[in-house]
T-cell receptor, first 110, second 116 residues
């Protein structure tokens, strides 16, 4: 079945530096790739998503890139801030069901 | 819109008791999902409804779990009898199934269940 692998499981960066989280998926029919941020004790919230007809999408300090040939996509956060500390989940979908990555705990060091 | 509304936010119960979790999706959304989240297993899809009809319940752990969606604005997840291993945060999420917002999930705040 469909599988999504996410790396790293934990990422620690200095405040102001960039952070990159990578995901690979197995189902070549996948066409929707969202990223969710979950702060401690809160609900997952969509921060950015990309569909398979584009290769990159940006929203202020956040960007997502998609390589359909290699079946991987990445989340890029620039100029990290303390409020970026959270667990980030990637997911992939070809129908109603999102297949989730295991999550990356992002730690922003002051 | 107030978003996806879940109740209760916290539930502490004893093993063997019945637990009912409730969800009101975003108005106009026709897809509804129940997820369970634990540290060990991450986010697990339990059941998916489309237009109030259960489409995929393959994630429901066992017969002790059941879910209903009697109308477009209400769904329940019931556990009977509850067991300590059911302790988790249960999220309800809703989305549209077509158009520009297709598959964009909005989650409720979750129901944290503790079974003693």
């Amino acid at each position: 079945g469909e599988n999504v692998e996410q790396h790293p499981s934990t990422l620690s960066v200095q405040e102001g530096d960039s952070a990159v989280i990578k995901c690979t998926y197995s189902d070549s029919a996948s066409n929707y790739f969202p990223w969710y941020k979950q702060e401690l004790g809160k609900r997952p919230q969509l921060i950015i998503d990309i569909r398979s007809n584009v290769g990159e999408k940006k929203d202020q300090r956040i960007a997502v890139t998609l390589n359909k040939t290699a079946k991987h996509f990445s989340l890029h956060i620039t100029e990290t801030q303390p409020e970026d500390s959270a667990v980030y989940f990637c997911a992939a979908s070809s129908n109603y069901q999102l297949i989730w990555g295991a999550g990356t705990k992002l730690i922003i060091k002051p | 819109d107030a978003g996806v509304i879940q109740s209760p936010r916290h539930e502490v119960t004893e093993m063997g008791q019945e637990v009912t979790l409730r969800c009101k999706p975003i108005s106009g959304h026709n897809s509804l999902f129940w997820y369970r989240q634990t540290m060990m297993r991450g986010l697990e899809l339990l059941i998916y409804f489309n237009n109030n009809v259960p489409i995929d319940d393959s994630g429901m752990p066992e017969d002790r779990f059941s879910a209903k969606m009697p109308n477009a604005s209400f769904s329940t997840l019931k556990i009977q009898p509850s067991e300590p291993r059911d302790s988790a945060v249960y999220f309800c999420a809703s989305s549209l199934d077509r158009g520009a917002g297709a598959n964009v999930l909005t989650f409720g705040a979750g129901s944290r269940l503790t079974v003693l």
